[in-house]
């Protein structure tokens, strides 16, 4: 689960808790500069 990716724009960059992005593919392509958090559960 994404929950945050700083590349993405606001609101969509930081996730609230039990807002996360579930990843469609074990696959995450990141772009330059950024940040990237993901969680599992």
């Given at each position: 689960?994404?929950?945050?990716?700083?590349?993405?724009?606001?609101?969509?960059?930081?996730m609230e808790p039990g807002e996360e992005v579930p990843l469609q593919s074990?696959?995450?392509?990141?772009?330059?500069?950024?940040?990237?958090?993901?969680?599992?559960?």
């Amino acid at each position: 689960m994404r929950v945050i990716d700083t590349a993405r724009q606001s609101p969509h960059d930081i996730m609230e808790p039990g807002e996360e992005v579930p990843l469609q593919s074990m696959d995450y392509t990141l772009q330059a500069r950024s940040v990237v958090v993901l969680i599992s559960r």
